[in-house]
């Protein structure tokens, strides 16, 4: 245990952290207080309920929401717990920790364009086939997209989701003293008998799961409000209720734009009232956790060869997600350079750098996505880190639904509310209200990929510092933050890729006057350019990876020359530390050298 003065030391709360709380606090009820009371009051027009509720085509339009958000959700949670109970401490783990970055950095609209591309009638997968299993000379009437029930819509959240759920996971299982103890209680559950999965379940999935419910809750969220890949590759007549929402809001009549917003807060009840039901069914006392392998006790020979087949469909689901990936930035680069392509070539007959040489001539475009991501995410970052370092634990327990709140609002409610507080603010159809909105969007993200560390920082670090005379901003400045420099740079990253993915607010609070690649890449979805919106979906990619591969340079571990870590090299330090003390003994200073 600490002595009493370090202890005092490390509780007591400078007037300068006071400050600091007060003012994250200020800005998180300013922002996000002020943006969620203007989305409830536009979402409560009871003439626009009334004429929401009573058209045909919104239920229609709920039905598909339903059936890809909810079906995409459910089997994303499922997979993922499926793959970490056949990896957790197996071969297959290191994989996961090392590719899920580069999954997460391709944005949602890039996947869904490059998935179009290779699944499409015309698309590679079918060209790639035909001169083996088919004889078509002509695409085939095949509906692999927009197809009516929202199918490749839920094909495509599932396939992007998964990656997110994962990372989620390893943020929370990487955990030094996390790790440790659940491995520990695991090898416990295996030496009892248990097979492996089955010890996962019971072990280690009760612990884990109460730590990934915000993020599933997100995810159930985003999947029934989304609105920009269902633009790309969800069904068109009827859309699906977000999409619908979203065009009404966008209609110069008044009386659509609050049924717009009135269908936002049907999405709202939505989520909340699903949520809801998935939280009692995780809680409900007849709800146990088994594995899907290996029941009950360890048999050595069945067991061993079921926990094999097992893992051996673990790695190969994951192969396999991994090749989509692959085959989705092959596609995006290779349509991104070509020119003439009939069906059934696998290969264009000709290559063009058209698209590349229209994506060049807008650097505005680039220059805007760059400034905006560095800006939102840096702002997102300094606020998470003031918010973990200064506010009590209490504030931090009770205003987790509103830091959360751009999670689990449907984004076209989210953005009117965004719209409205610009508006009183004065900074609509500016820079500064779209820096505004991709902030608040990139703050939750942020604080969810930096907790894990910041929150498992080991104390006694501090005591020591303390011990040795270190005020707390020297503490912060030469010990904390740079043991916490790979959490830094990896929030920093997954708040500019959260930046560039953004569409709505980039389009609605800025009025159309600012471009970034993913309006872009949006917008000529919806055309026949298929050269320039591969070229601007690649972009989309490139971007967050280039983020994501800086951050990982920037945390890789240092190595320093053992000279400068030997006692003699850190003498000096302690000696004047203990003459800024005034230690002496026997009326001589004990900063001399022995």
């Given at each position: 245990?600490?002595p009493?003065y370090?202890?005092?030391?490390?509780?007591?709360?400078?007037?300068?952290?006071?400050?600091?709380?007060?003012?994250?606090?200020?800005?998180?009820?300013?922002?996000?207080?002020?943006?969620?009371?203007?989305?409830?009051?536009?979402?409560?027009?009871?003439?626009?309920?009334?004429?929401?509720?009573?058209?045909?085509?919104?239920?229609?339009?709920?039905?598909?929401?339903?059936?890809?958000?909810?079906?995409?959700?459910?089997?994303?949670?499922?997979?993922?717990?499926?793959?970490?109970?056949?990896?957790?401490?197996?071969?297959?783990?290191?994989?996961?920790?090392?590719?899920?970055?580069?999954?997460?950095?391709?944005?949602?609209?890039?996947?869904?364009i490059?998935?179009?591309?290779?699944?499409?009638?015309?698309?590679?997968?079918?060209?790639?086939?035909?001169?083996?299993?088919?004889?078509?000379?002509?695409?085939?009437?095949?509906?692999?997209?927009?197809?009516?029930?929202?199918?490749?819509?839920?094909?495509?959240?599932?396939?992007?989701?998964?990656?997110?759920?994962?990372?989620a996971a390893?943020?929370?299982?990487?955990?030094?003293?996390?790790?440790?103890?659940?491995?520990?209680?695991?090898?416990?559950?295996?030496?009892?008998?248990y097979?492996?999965?089955?010890?996962?379940?019971?072990?280690?999935?009760?612990?884990?799961?109460?730590r990934?419910?915000?993020?599933?809750?997100a995810?159930?969220?985003?999947?029934?409000?989304?609105?920009?890949?269902?633009?790309?590759?969800?069904?068109?007549?009827?859309?699906?209720?977000?999409v619908?929402?979203?065009?009404?809001?966008?209609?110069?009549d008044?009386?659509?734009?609050?049924?717009g917003?009135?269908?936002?807060?049907?999405?709202?009840?939505?989520?909340?009232?699903?949520?809801?039901?998935?939280?009692?069914?995780?809680?409900?006392?007849?709800?146990?956790?088994?594995?899907?392998?290996g029941?009950?006790?360890?048999?050595?020979?069945?067991?061993?060869?079921?926990?094999?087949?097992?893992?051996?469909?673990?790695?190969?689901?994951?192969?396999?997600?991994?090749?989509?990936?692959?085959?989705?930035?092959?596609?995006?680069?290779?349509?991104?350079?070509?020119?003439?392509?009939?069906?059934?070539?696998?290969?264009?007959?000709?290559l063009?750098?058209?698209?590349?040489?229209?994506?060049?001539?807008?650097?505005?475009?680039?220059?805007?996505?760059?400034?905006?991501?560095?800006?939102?995410?840096?702002?997102?970052?300094?606020?998470?880190?003031?918010?973990?370092?200064?506010?009590?634990?209490?504030?931090d327990?009770?205003?987790?639904?509103?830091?959360?709140?751009?999670?689990?609002?449907?984004?076209?409610?989210?953005?009117?509310?965004?719209?409205?507080?610009?508006?009183?603010?004065g900074?609509?159809?500016?820079?500064?209200?779209?820096?505004?909105?991709?902030?608040?969007?990139?703050?939750?993200?942020?604080?969810?990929?930096?907790?894990?560390?910041?929150?498992?920082?080991?104390?006694?670090?501090?005591?020591?510092?303390?011990?040795?005379?270190?005020?707390?901003?020297r503490?912060?400045?030469?010990?904390?933050?740079?043991?916490?420099?790979?959490?830094?740079?990896?929030?920093?990253?997954?708040?500019?890729?959260?930046?560039?993915?953004?569409?709505?607010?980039?389009?609605?609070?800025?009025?159309?006057?600012?471009?970034?690649?993913?309006?872009?890449?949006?917008?000529?979805?919806?055309?026949?350019?298929?050269?320039?919106?591969?070229?601007?979906?690649?972009?989309?990619?490139?971007?967050p990876?280039?983020?994501?591969?800086?951050?990982?340079?920037?945390?890789?571990?240092?190595r320093?020359?053992a000279?400068?870590?030997?006692?003699?090299?850190?003498?000096?330090?302690?000696?004047?530390?203990?003459?800024?003390?005034?230690?002496?003994?026997?009326?001589?200073?004990?900063?001399?050298?022995?």
């Amino acid at each position: 245990m600490a002595p009493a003065y370090l202890g005092s030391w490390c509780t007591r709360r400078p007037s300068f952290q006071g400050i600091l709380a007060a003012i994250a606090l200020a800005w998180l009820l300013a922002a996000m207080g002020g943006s969620a009371l203007w989305a409830v009051d536009a979402g409560l027009n009871r003439g626009a309920w009334h004429s929401v509720l009573n058209q045909a085509a919104v239920w229609s339009a709920l039905r598909i929401s339903l059936i890809s958000g909810l079906g995409a959700t459910v089997v994303a949670i499922a997979a993922t717990a499926w793959l970490l109970a056949h990896s957790f401490a197996q071969p297959l783990w290191n994989s996961l920790v090392r590719q899920i970055g580069l999954m997460l950095a391709l944005p949602h609209a890039a996947f869904a364009i490059g998935l179009f591309f290779l699944i499409a009638p015309s698309g590679w997968l079918l060209r790639t086939l035909s001169p083996w299993a088919t004889a078509y000379t002509a695409p085939p009437a095949w509906i692999t997209t927009q197809d009516p029930w929202g199918l490749g819509l839920a094909a495509v959240l599932v396939a992007k989701e998964l990656p997110f759920l994962l990372w989620a996971a390893t943020t929370q299982l990487r955990r030094t003293e996390v790790q440790q103890l659940w491995t520990r209680q695991w090898l416990v559950a295996r030496s009892m008998g248990y097979a492996p999965a089955t010890a996962w379940w019971r072990v280690v999935w009760p612990q884990l799961w109460p730590r990934l419910q915000w993020p599933a809750l997100a995810v159930l969220a985003y999947n029934l409000t989304v609105v920009d890949v269902a633009l790309i590759i969800g069904p068109t007549s009827p859309p699906s209720l977000a999409v619908m929402a979203w065009q009404w809001l966008q209609d110069a009549d008044l009386a659509r734009q609050a049924q717009g917003a009135a269908a936002g807060g049907l999405l709202a009840g939505v989520v909340t009232l699903v949520g809801g039901l998935g939280w009692l069914a995780a809680h409900a006392p007849w709800w146990r956790a088994r594995g899907s392998c290996g029941h009950g006790r360890w048999d050595p020979d069945h067991g061993q060869r079921a926990a094999q087949r097992c893992r051996l469909v673990a790695s190969a689901a994951w192969l396999a997600l991994i090749a989509l990936y692959i085959g989705v930035m092959l596609v995006l680069g290779m349509s991104s350079i070509a020119g003439l392509w009939a069906f059934p070539a696998l290969w264009p007959q000709s290559l063009t750098l058209a698209g590349w040489r229209a994506v060049a001539a807008s650097a505005s475009t680039l220059g805007t996505t760059l400034g905006l991501g560095l800006a939102s995410a840096s702002a997102a970052l300094v606020w998470a880190v003031t918010w973990l370092e200064c506010v009590p634990a209490h504030w931090d327990a009770r205003l987790q639904a509103l830091i959360n709140l751009p999670l689990l609002l449907p984004p076209v409610l989210w953005v009117v509310g965004m719209h409205g507080l610009a508006l009183r603010w004065g900074i609509d159809a500016t820079g500064y209200g779209v820096w505004m909105s991709h902030t608040l969007a990139a703050m939750p993200y942020v604080l969810l990929a930096l907790r894990p560390a910041y929150m498992g920082f080991d104390q006694r670090l501090r005591w020591v510092a303390a011990s040795l005379g270190q005020g707390h901003a020297r503490f912060l400045i030469r010990v904390k933050w740079p043991l916490l420099r790979a959490a830094l740079s990896a929030s920093l990253a997954v708040g500019f890729a959260v930046s560039v993915a953004q569409y709505l607010p980039t389009l609605y609070l800025g009025a159309g006057r600012l471009e970034t690649v993913t309006t872009e890449a949006v917008n000529l979805a919806a055309g026949g350019q298929r050269t320039l919106t591969a070229a601007y979906a690649w972009l989309q990619w490139l971007l967050p990876a280039l983020g994501f591969g800086l951050a990982t340079w920037a945390g890789r571990p240092r190595r320093w020359p053992a000279a400068a870590c030997s006692p003699a090299a850190l003498l000096p330090t302690v000696q004047q530390n203990h003459v800024l003390r005034g230690d002496t003994h026997g009326g001589a200073s004990t900063s001399q050298t022995p």
